[in-house]
């Protein structure tokens, strides 16, 4: 009972928010971005809080393509962040309820907030950002959804993965490190670089990572090249169908 606020914000993401096609544009502005060439020395940028290099790019085009990740990120962060808020403000308060009764009548009620505050927003998601929200509740509560939903033998479990993981070829096992998958790398630097021009609202994760050592390794260097052949992959559609 206590997960099951968990399991509706996962229940509410996937739904209907996997089956919005990809049809976003390329950001054009990227002044707020520096293209450091090879051989260039990287810039580092001191603000009160945090220290952290400069993204670097392979080409001014690459920096397009790391702004739409940004917006699919900003998009997703703030699902994933009501979910571990309320998860946590749940487990608080059933700890202290007695009563079985009491404790299923304010799970449900929190429950029907979360849905009337936040489902027709996420219904709208594409793939992508249902995706990132994955990755995002496995970093702000430290659990994946699977490892939640597994506790249930009741249809609740069945409709998840009929109708929406599956059907949608979304894992609800994925979980977050970007200590080593890129796309969990890009998804940490645009969180972290948000923190610290307070354009999102901080929140610890709940996972073991040092993200100052991990984008020191990988020397702040974006890589966009499976964002790059999605796009084409859907240029080339459009062009079939023009035909």
């Known amino acids: 009972m206590k997960k099951l606020l968990y399991i509706y914000i996962v229940f509410n993401s996937f739904l209907v928010s996997a089956q919005v096609k990809e049809n976003d544009s390329l950001p054009e502005s990227i002044d707020e971005y520096v293209f450091v060439k090879p051989g260039d020395t990287l810039t ?15 080409s001014r085009n690459d920096i397009r393509y ?26 608080t308060r059933l700890s202290k309820i007695k009563s079985k009764r009491k404790r299923k009548k304010y ?23 249902g995706r990132i929200l994955i990755k995002l509740i496995h ?13 249930y033998r009741s249809g609740w479990k069945a409709f998840l993965y009929n109708t929406t993981a599956n059907a949608f070829k979304l894992s609800l096992k994925t979980e977050y ?3 080593f998958e890129n796309e969990d790398f890009l998804i940490e630097d645009i969180l972290q670089r948000a ?11 709940k996972l073991n990572f040092d993200f100052t050592k991990i984008i020191t390794q990988k020397k702040a260097e974006i890589d966009v090249e499976v964002y790059k052949a999605m796009f084409s992959k859907i240029r080339k559609k459009k062009k079939r169908r023009g035909k």
């Open 195 to 205: 923190f610290r021009d307070d354009q999102l609202e901080y929140q610890e994760s």
């Open 66 to 91: 790391y702004l739409w990740f940004k917006r699919k990120v900003f998009k997703a962060y703030p699902y994933a962040q009501v979910a571990a808020t309320r998860l946590d403000t749940l487990n």
């Open 139 to 151: 970093r702000q509560t430290g659990n994946t959804a699977f490892s939640n939903i597994k506790e």
């Open 177 to 179: 490190h970007p200590e």
């Open 44 to 58: 580092v940028q001191l603000t009160e809080f945090s220290l952290l290099p400069k993204p670097k790019f392979k």
């Open 107 to 129: 799970t449900k009620q929190i429950q029907n907030y979360i849905e009337g505050e936040f489902t027709d927003q996420i219904k709208k998601m594409t793939r992508t950002e």
